[in-house]
């Protein structure tokens, strides 16, 4: 059994965490819906921690940034992904 203390556990979620913010701009222009699809029914009630838990997995995963188009010819403008908001 491998050791997984708080100083590893910590270090992987920061790692993980890095790895989806800097990946994100890759994502095709339907992850954005995709997401918010995913993690709408948690907002039910703005109070519990479910709730937060959602806006953290929010702001770590929707793509806030396309490739530009000088990085990539086929970038694309994202598309709306909160119609009902």
Not at 8 to 30: E, N
Not at 49 to 65: H, I, S, V
Not at 74 to 83: D, E, S, V, Y
Request: hydrophobic share 40%; charged share 20%; with cysteine.
């Amino acid at each position: 059994r491998a050791y997984e203390g708080p100083a590893l556990t910590s270090g992987q979620v920061h790692t993980v965490t890095r790895l989806a913010r800097r990946a994100r701009r890759y994502f095709a222009t339907s992850a954005a819906e995709e997401i918010w699809n995913e993690f709408r029914p948690r907002f039910k009630d703005p109070l519990s921690n479910e709730c937060m838990e959602g806006l953290g997995f929010l702001a770590m995963l929707l793509p806030t940034q396309a490739l530009t188009t000088i990085e990539s010819p086929q970038a694309a403008k994202w598309q709306g992904w909160a119609p009902d908001l």
